[in-house]
């Protein structure tokens, strides 16, 4: 069956950066879109950021732009989102998620969208 592990969330100081990584097995990884969705407390799920099949194309959150970057290698079926300068605001449950799409320039940027979800990982921003 399709799995989404993500890793690397943590608890960091403000202006600090994380990486988390997204290991997708059980699906064509190259055949999916791929996106970065956070949960911050009493908040609902928002797209944090988004890359198409062949990764040359991305799009952000006004929060993330500037800050952020998403990133994939098909070759290891993993998708990754850097995040530097962090805020608190930053702070909730990052989650990976996959959606099939015939195109490789397609963007999904709807949370509803999405296929396949991971468990999440925290992130924790202290001020």
């Known amino acids: 069956q399709v799995q989404l592990v993500e890793s690397g969330g943590g608890l960091v100081q403000a202006g600090g950066s994380l990486r988390l990584s997204c290991a997708a097995s059980?699906?064509?990884?190259?055949?999916?879109?791929m996106g970065w969705l956070r949960q911050a407390p009493g908040k609902e799920r928002e797209l944090v950021a988004a890359?198409?099949?062949?990764?040359?194309?991305?799009a952000y959150a006004d929060s993330a732009k500037g800050r952020f970057t998403i990133f994939r290698d098909n070759a290891k079926n993993t998708v990754y989102l850097q995040m530097n300068s962090l805020k608190p605001e930053d702070t909730g449950v990052y989650y990976c998620?996959?959606?099939?799409?015939?195109?490789?320039?397609?963007?999904?940027?709807?949370?509803?969208?999405?296929?396949?979800w991971g468990q999440g990982t925290q992130v924790t921003v202290s001020s």
């Open positions: 998620a996959a959606d099939w799409a015939s195109s490789t320039s397609t963007l999904v940027t709807f949370s509803s969208a999405y296929d396949y």
């Open positions: 059980g699906l064509t990884f190259s055949s999916y879109s």
């Open positions: 890359i198409s099949r062949n990764g040359l194309n991305t």
